[in-house]
């Protein structure tokens, strides 16, 4: 089975930097998702990594340690609408799911 | 890139009534299609998923049941609702993406559906 986890909260506040942390313990590993996803819409992707190390993407960075089965995402000059909960989710080597965590609720503050 | 319909986008029904959500896909064949429920404020739960028409696979048991009568067209269930089964019903859709030399499946999400059970 998969154990994922990640803070359920944050808050801060515009401009700042903000990093949510996500944990995992699977059966095999084929790569780490994390999707942002706003009040009452669909989540959509953000970032994958498989390989460990950095990935960035404009404000938003994703990092990877597979030996650690750990994984974070940073969030960069913040803005108002970056408030939504992002999910960490990993897929299972030879496995056609992902399995996600509960998701970190993010709240940007003026 | 895949788009991911579904409908209704909100439901409100009575304990015992059935259920149907539909879910269709453009921009892709022979995609693997996943249900998910997310109860508020709570992660995402696989309920199915499939690799193919007739290929129905179930994540935990419970009162629905999922059907794919086209490539494209997956459905969701149920003969007779209970409360708990109130949520946002989420459609997916896996699609191959390259990353270097290697690939992966990365889901799109359709828009959802939130059912409520009164």
């Known amino acids: 089975g998969q154990n994922i986890d990640q803070p359920t909260e944050m808050t801060a506040t515009e401009g700042a930097i903000v990093q949510i942390n996500c944990t995992y313990q699977t059966s095999g590993f084929n790569g780490l998702f994390w999707y942002q996803q706003h009040a009452g819409e669909a989540p959509t992707f953000l970032s994958y990594n498989v390989l460990d190390g950095l990935e960035e993407k404009g404000r938003f960075s994703s990092f990877l340690s597979r030996s650690k089965g750990y994984s974070y995402l940073l969030l960069k000059e913040l803005q108002m609408k970056d408030s939504a909960s992002y999910l960490c989710a990993v897929s299972p080597l030879n496995d056609y799911k992902l399995s996600f965590g509960a998701g970190t609720t993010v709240t940007v503050r003026a | 890139s895949q788009t991911i319909h579904q409908w209704p986008a909100t439901l409100v029904q009575p304990v015992g009534s059935p259920l149907s959500l539909e879910c269709t896909v453009e921009?892709?064949?022979?995609?693997?299609l996943y249900w998910y429920r997310q109860a508020a404020g709570r992660g995402l739960q696989l309920l199915f998923y499939s690799v193919g028409i007739g290929q129905i696979s179930s994540e935990v048991p419970q009162n629905l049941s999922a059907s794919r009568p086209q490539d494209r067209q997956f459905i969701l269930s149920s003969k007779k609702l209970l409360l708990s089964d109130s949520g946002f019903y989420l459609c997916?859709?896996?699609?191959?993406?390259?990353?270097?030399?290697?690939?992966?499946?990365?889901?799109?999400f359709g828009p959802g559906t939130r059912l409520t059970v009164l």
């Open positions: 921009g892709t064949s022979n995609p693997n």
């Open positions: 997916a859709s896996a699609g191959a993406r390259l990353a270097g030399t290697s690939s992966y499946n990365e889901q799109f």
